[in-house]
C-alpha cells in the first residue's frame, strides 16, 4: 500500500485553528478533567518539550489535560489536533520504564503522518535518565494503577472525546505504538480494552511485570559482589562479544557480522577459559566468571523446575553488560531493586539479596498496579477485528527476545484449539541485531519507524522511513495496510542509514519475517534485502 493512499489527508475546516481555545474544549471534559492549556501552533512555532524541541509540523492544536483518577492520583496526557490535514485516524503512542512523561518525541513524527496523537505521562512525572526509578511508586497502590493501564486507557477515551468534538466527524480508525513498557501497554489494553485500538503496534515488551522486573535484579545479583572471583568486568563481556561473533556470524550461512538468530548458535564460552595459572586475567575468563555466563544467559528456572524468565540471546553482549555492572557507590542498589522494593514489598530498604522464589510468587499474587499483561486468550481483539503486529531485536540486551517468543507461543497454545490460526491477527517479526527498541549492533539494519525509533535518528523532523515510506519498511504503514485493506504483512525490511542519518543515504536493508518463519540468506550482496527470502 502506497503512503498517498495511507495519509488521504483531508482539510476539515480552516478555521479549525480558531476553535483550539480552553473554552472550546471545557464541555467536553469529565468533571475529573482540567484543561491545563490549548494552544495552536503554525509550522513555524517551535514546541518546547521536557526532552527536545519540536518544529516545522504540521499545524495543530496543542492539548495538555490533567484528570484525578482517585482521591490521591492524577495523570497527564497531551493531545496533538492537526488544523489544516487530518487523516481522520487516531494514534496513541506509549512509554518506556517507569518514565513519567509524555512520549512527544513520538507525537511529532505521529503528526506528520496527519494522525491525532495522544500520549500520556502514566500517572507522575519522571526523565527517561529515571526510568530504573520507582521511588515515586513506593507506598502509592492508586498511582501504580495508573501506570499499570488506567492513565493509558482514560487518556485514550477521553482524547477520542476530544478529537471527535475538534473535527465534528468520527475517528475512522485508532492506533496503537509503543515498545518495552510501551509494549506492555499495548498487549494490556488488547486484553483489557479490546475496543480501544484497531491496530496495535507492539515493541520488545516488557509484559511480563511480576516476572522480569524481578528478573532486571536477579542478572545483577548474578554478577556481584565486584570482587568475586566469578565477576565478570565490561572489558571481559567486550571479550565475550568478540567470541560470540566469532563462533555465531556464520550459523545462518553468510559471515556479515550480523547473527541472525542467537538461540541458533550453539555457543561455547569455555573457548574464553585461562589457558594456564598465569594468564592475564583481562584477556580470559576464570571457571566462575564462565558459570556467571551461563547463568546470565540461562533461563531463570528456581525450585522444584519452575520456570520464571527465559534467557538472552548470544548476540546481546553489549546492552547485557549495561544490564549486570553495578558500581561500588551503588552497591546496595544495583539495577533492577526498584519493582521489588518499591512496587511489591513497599520497603525502601529491603535488600536486594533477599530476591528470591518467595519474591516471584508474591509479585505474582499482588501484581501491583494490575500491570502484567499474561491473558493470553485474546479472543475479544480478534472477534472485532484487531490486529496486532509484535516486534523484538535479537540483540535487545535489555528485555530478552524470547520473551516475545514466550508470549507468542503461550497465545497460540491459547487460540489454536479454538480453531484461530495466529497469522490471521498476529504476527511476531523478530529482527537480527537490532537492541532494545531501536539501535543496532554491527550495522545491522534496525529502523521501521516504529515508537521511540525517530529520536534515534541524525536530521530535523524525522517520520516514517526518508525514501520508503510503504507497508514494507514502515510498520505503522504497514499495520494500517493490514487492518484497512487486510494486507497482512509477510516481511518487514529494516533500514540501516549510514551514521543513522537518513540525508546520507542507506548503508544496509534485510528482511525480518514472521515468526516462525527466517529471513535465509540465497546470494548476493547481504546489505540488500533481495539477499534473503523468508522462510520456515
Sequence with gaps: ??????????APNLALASECNPDFFSPYLDDNATLVYARAFTTNQTF?????????????????????????????????????????????????GFTGQIAFSDMAPGINYGFAVVSTNTGHNSTVQEAGDAGWALGKPETKTDWGWRALHGSVALGKVLTEAFYDR?????????????????????????????????????????????????????????????????????????????????????????????????????????GSPNANTSTCFNADQIDTIYRIYGDWV???????????????????????????????????????????????????????????????????????????DIRPFYQRGGKLIHYHGFADGEIPTGSSIYYYKQVQKAMNPLGINLDGFYRLFLIPGMQHCLDSVHNAPWYIASANQPSGLTGDNIWGVPGFRDAKHDAVLALMAWVENGTAPNELIATKFIDDTPALGVQAQRRACPYPQSATYVGGDWNSSSSFQCRS
Design 48 to 96: 518546547e518539550g521536557p526532552m527536545g524541541n519540536y518544529t516545522g509540523l504540521p499545524e495543530y492544536c496543542a492539548l495538555y489535560v490533567n484528570v484525578s483518577s482517585s482521591a490521591v492520583s492524577s495523570y497527564e496526557f497531551g493531545l496533538w489536533l492537526p488544523t489544516q490535514t487530518w487523516n481522520k485516524r487516531y494514534l496513541a503512542y506509549g512509554n518506556g
Design 302 to 376: 528456581e525450585t522444584n523446575q519452575t520456570f520464571v524468565f527465559p534467557s538472552f540471546a548470544w548476540g546481546s553482549e553489549a546492552q547485557v553488560s549495561q544490564m549486570i555492572m553495578t558500581d561500588e557507590d551503588d552497591i546496595d542498589d544495583p539495577s533492577g531493586v526498584a519493582y521489588p522494593r518499591d512496587f511489591v514489598y513497599n520497603n525502601s530498604t529491603w535488600p536486594a539479596e533477599n530476591l528470591d522464589l518467595t519474591t516471584i510468587q508474591l509479585s505474582e499474587r499482588l501484581d501491583p498496579g494490575n500491570a502484567t499483561a499474561d491473558v493470553y
Design 170 to 274: 468520527d475517528i475512522k480508525y485508532s492506533y496503537y505504538a509503543g515498545c518495552s513498557t510501551g509494549g506492555r501497554q499495548g498487549l494490556k489494553s488488547i486484553q483489557m480494552f479490546p475496543e480501544d485500538f484497531d491496530g496495535v503496534l507492539a515493541g520488545a515488551c516488557a509484559w511480563w511485570t511480576s516476572h522480569q522486573q524481578n528478573w532486571d535484579l536477579k542478572v545483577a545479583l548474578d554478577n556481584l559482589p565486584n570482587n568475586a572471583s566469578h565477576h565478570v568486568t565490561t572489558d571481559l563481556m567486550d571479550l565475550l562479544a568478540t567470541e560470540v561473533l566469532r563462533q555465531c556470524d556464520e550459523v545462518d550461512g553468510v559471515k556479515d557480522n550480523i547473527i541472525m538468530d542467537g538461540y541458533a548458535c550453539q555457543f561455547r564460552p569455555e573457548a574464553l577459559l585461562c
Design 1 to 10: 500500500m502506497k503512503a498517498s493512499f495511507l495519509l488521504g489527508l483531508v
